[in-house]
């Protein structure tokens, strides 16, 4: 039944009964969300009190030197722990040693007299910055159980105001952006519960993200022992009323509270460690109870709970949090079964997108999309349903990341989650381009009737992209807007122009032709033939990216004064103090034409938000301050040549060898035309990219002057806030000069929370998330495995690095990130070897790697943190593996 409220006095203490959803900022989450329970029928949560942040402000103005103090906690690095560490320590003593005030002190005397004044308490931490929907803040602050007396509970109240500035909570806030000043500090003190067993209930499975289980783990005694992972704890599974899995933990000892006050471990009798801490009926109605409490909050809910002292005493529920890591389910507004896979993860970008850049998007892929986390995912599920289509689709995914592939076929082997279409559905797709080798110029000579197509192409695009600079420069208001719409079915002709499609593919059927035949005709030491071969391609507009960053460190290299300069790191205004220094107007203008022809690229390109390289030129820095240092003067000829040397010798070497197989010269003249195609057509597949990501440029470029119109009208504060609004959006903001402040809030806010999660490469609509796995064995014992994507062994430092601008890496090293995109092509020039944990077959690392004759290895799961920075590694890139040499960091 529902607790009745108390009626209490109303200064700085409340009855949790009297407390509601709204009241964060003076209860805190924790405060809030035991109000709440408190309405929900037939949940019991035990009666008690709750201290406002108002006393807490009250406090914290008697503490010396607070503003000090707390704008030095700001100016700090959420990893310096040891600034943290004193300056919190500091603050913690002084507030353990204030005083109450007497008329609090007494305020929360009397709320304990009317609780009742013989019990004992637990006394609680509750921030107005925890138990959020976008962050827990799980474990940061402090509590206190079995608290007894009420100069106990006084004392304790004070530990928990000071524990808002425990190191791990100081540098929790920082780490996620809480300002120190905005975040208080209530307390709740609750009348405790003395449990048979404890535990927390999650009512979306907190592994997989499953929305239909529920999740129960359960001990004996407190909870204390579980939620600080000293005892192996019961698992239960329960689904549509039945449980579906348990795991009985032997649990070794429990948590008690102690007579004298406070709690004491006790070890449990063997007899009795394997018993079930809950009777099947328990965990059937703690899982009801805890559906209950989600439709209650609208989310899944992790829920802390307990058993009274005896099974008759009945379930307490001491604590309601949402879960804030489950991935967030695309809209399916058919109720139906749906299976969606990654778009991140083909296009080498996993964060999240901002709403511009997401609509921006979706205008110009032909796929349907959805949203969902800031991410966008293709829904697949018509595809697996159809037994025809479903080959294609795993056969593809096979290819590109095999780890989808097996997701995929974990789904369809369930049997019972998709229904299989009893009719096929008509393909409306436009059917593929023929093949290029159907033309007769092609066939008679590949190499110069291939070259001229790829130049008609790429003259074609950049045609097209001066038409479109004139035009924008024509366009304003809602116009503009208009206009880009309009522009973007011109960008998707270019994109997806049948000939050019013909080239692309192309290139991917030779190199799919010339690794399987030469593994078949010589044996299978004939690995991935195609990666060599592939080495210096030409019309590569990526690999020259990097390459051309030589040459400005060659022109920057020869004035050391220009050198000292940029090491200081001068910011992004850099350019304009270059001419007053000794070479620097040779130095500004080598950087001015590298920009003028790559700066539309940036980390996250797709995103046309991204801050791009013309923009923010200073992040190109570090890449030519360490090939000023690692590299001698003409490098990228060198580079060049030795790979266009490698290819040339790898492809004699081949035909000699295929020659003098049976039937051996039409074997080698076949051989000789894919080489042909392969070297032709390769490097035009980045091309088209490149075109997009242009043509987004400006496009950008012009919505951030009418965003300047805006903030001058006084309808935006920033010109950036344009980021927050989708495409049509904007077009009404620009149409009516107005624009929902809640709105751009809101969206901020998302964004912020998207960034802590980790995207799935395939989500169903029950929430599971499925990464798929390496069915396979053929790798030594502790080697991490992957996709084997461009040939080689080669050993040597691992470079950890999940930012591109804040790169050190030397001649030698292997790079290991999450994953590449073509702004990281000039890091490539000066390693040995890629290790990523995203990418395929055909992704950008991939492509990159194997033009340059970098051994890599991509798909390998969690290789930022299974490999240190500074280990030493083996990269197998024939064989899709990397192995871990040593234990040690580098100096």
């Known amino acids: 039944m529902t607790n009745p409220p108390a009626q209490i006095a109303t200064g700085h203490v409340l009855d949790l009964a009297e407390i509601g959803h709204t009241q964060v900022a003076r209860v805190g989450g924790k405060g809030a969300h035991l109000g709440e329970l408190c309405r929900i029928a037939d949940v019991r949560v035990p009666p008690g009190f709750c201290i406002t942040t108002d006393a807490f402000r009250r406090m914290l103005l008697r ?88 100069a106990a509970v006084l004392e304790h109240v004070r530990r928990c105001w000071a524990s808002l500035f425990t190191e791990r909570a100081v540098a929790y806030r920082l780490r996620n952006g809480f300002d120190h000043r905005k975040v208080h500090m209530a307390v709740v003190v609750q009348r405790m519960v003395s449990p048979h067993a404890a535990g927390v209930l999650f009512t979306a499975d907190p592994v997989t993200g499953h929305r239909k289980i529920v999740s129960i783990e359960a001990s004996f005694g407190l909870g204390e022992a579980l939620v600080s992972g000293r005892v192996n704890a019961d698992v239960y599974k329960v689904r549509d009323g039945a449980i579906v899995a348990r795991a009985i933990g032997e649990k070794q000892l429990a948590v008690h509270a102690s007579p004298e006050g406070g709690t004491r471990e006790c070890e449990v009798e063997p007899s009795r460690q394997r018993e079930p801490a809950l009777t099947d009926a328990e965990v059937l109605q703690l899982a009801e109870l805890g559906l209950r409490i989600e439709a209650h909050f609208g989310r899944p809910q992790d829920i802390e709970w307990c058993l009274g002292p005896t099974r008759e005493g009945g379930v307490h529920i001491v604590q309601s949090r949402p879960i804030t890591a489950l991935y967030p389910i695309p809209a399916a507004p058919d109720g139906e079964n749906r299976v969606y896979i990654s778009v991140g993860h083909q296009q080498m970008m996993t964060d999240p997108m901002m709403p511009l850049g997401l609509s921006l998007f979706l205008l110009t892929t032909p796929a349907p999309m959805v949203e969902a986390g800031g991410r966008l995912f293709v829904d697949v599920t018509r ?60 066939v008679d000579d590949p190499a110069t009737a291939g070259v001229a197509l790829v130049h008609e192409l790429i003259a074609q695009t950049e045609a097209s992209l001066a038409l479109l600079k004139r035009e924008l420069r024509t366009k304003s208001g809602p116009a503009l807007i208009e206009f880009i719409v309009a522009d973007v079915q011109e960008l998707k002709r270019g994109l997806f122009v049948p000939r050019s499609m013909q080239v692309i593919m192309a290139a991917m059927e030779a190199t799919w032709w010339l690794n399987d035949r030469l593994r078949a005709w010589l044996g299978d030491g004939e690995k991935n033939a195609a ?25 920057i290299r020869a004035h050391p004064e220009v050198v000292a300069f940029l090491k200081r790191g001068p910011g992004d205004g850099f350019l304009d103090q270059l001419p007053k220094l000794a070479g620097g107007n040779e130095a500004r203008d080598a950087i001015v034409a590298y920009l003028d022809r790559y700066g539309v690229r940036c980390v996250g390109e797709i995103d046309v ?41 790898r492809e004699q070497e081949l035909l000699a060898r295929v020659r003098d197989l049976p039937d051996g010269e039409r074997k080698a003249e076949e051989t000789k035309r894919k080489i042909d195609c392969l070297r032709t057509f390769a490097g035009y597949r980045e091309y088209p990219k490149f075109g997009l990501i242009s043509r987004y440029f400006e496009y950008k470029q012009a919505l951030l002057g009418e965003a300047d119109r805006l903030v001058r009208a006084g309808v935006l504060r920033a010109k950036e806030d344009i980021f927050l609004l989708r495409l049509q959006e904007l077009h009404e903001v620009v149409r009516t000069q107005q624009v929902d402040e809640q709105l751009l809030r809101q969206r901020a806010a998302a964004f912020a929370s998207y960034r802590a999660l980790t995207p799935p490469r395939v989500l169903t609509s029950d929430g599971e998330v499925l990464d798929g796995a390496y069915l396979r064995d053929d790798f030594p014992p502790g080697a991490l495995v992957g996709l084997a994507v461009s040939a080689g062994v080669v050993e040597g430092r691992a470079r950890v690095v999940l930012n591109a601008e804040e790169a050190d890496l030397a001649p030698g090293d292997i790079l290991v990130t999450a994953y590449t995109d073509p702004s990281w092509t000039p890091l490539f020039v000066a390693i040995r070897g890629l290790v990523t944990e995203v990418g395929g077959s055909m992704t950008h690392g991939a492509v990159i790697a194997r033009e340059l004759g970098l051994p890599a290895v991509v798909g390998v799961e969690h290789a930022t943190r299974r490999i240190r920075d500074g280990q030493r590694i083996r990269v197998h890139g024939s064989d899709g593996y990397v192995e871990i040499l040593d234990a040690c960091r580098s100096a």
């Open 63 to 150: 503490v010396p030197s607070i503003d000090e103090r707390l704008d030095r906690l700001s100016c700090l690095e959420p990893d310096d722990r040891e600034a943290i560490g004193a300056i919190s320590e500091d603050l913690r003593r002084t507030i353990e040693a204030l005083a109450f005030e007497d008329d609090l002190a007494g305020e929360i005397a009397a709320a304990l007299a009317r609780v009742g004044e013989d019990s004992a308490w637990a006394v609680r931490s509750s921030a107005t910055a925890e138990d959020l929907a976008t962050a827990s803040f799980a474990g940061q602050h402090d509590t206190y159980l079995n608290v007894v007396g009420c």
């Open 383 to 442: 595809l697996l349903a159809s037994p025809a289509r479903r080959a294609a689709l795993l056969d593809g995914m096979g290819k590109s990341d095999p780890l989808i592939r097996d997701a995929l076929e974990t789904v369809v082997a369930r049997g019972d989650f998709l229904r299989t279409l009893e009719v096929e559905e008509p393909v409306r797709a436009p059917a593929p381009p023929p093949p290029l080798e159907s033309d007769p110029a092609v």
């Open 609 to 649: 938000t991204r801050p791009r390289w013309r923009e923010r030129p200073s992040a190109l820095l570090p890449m030519i301050l360490a090939n000023v240092a690692n590299f001698a003067p003409g490098e990228r000829a060198r580079r060049f040549e030795r790979g266009e040397r490698a290819a040339r010798e």
């Open 531 to 555: 990666d060599t071969l592939a080495q210096s391609v030409p019309h590569n507009v990526t690999s020259e990216m990097g390459l051309a960053l030589l040459e400005v460190a060659d022109v």
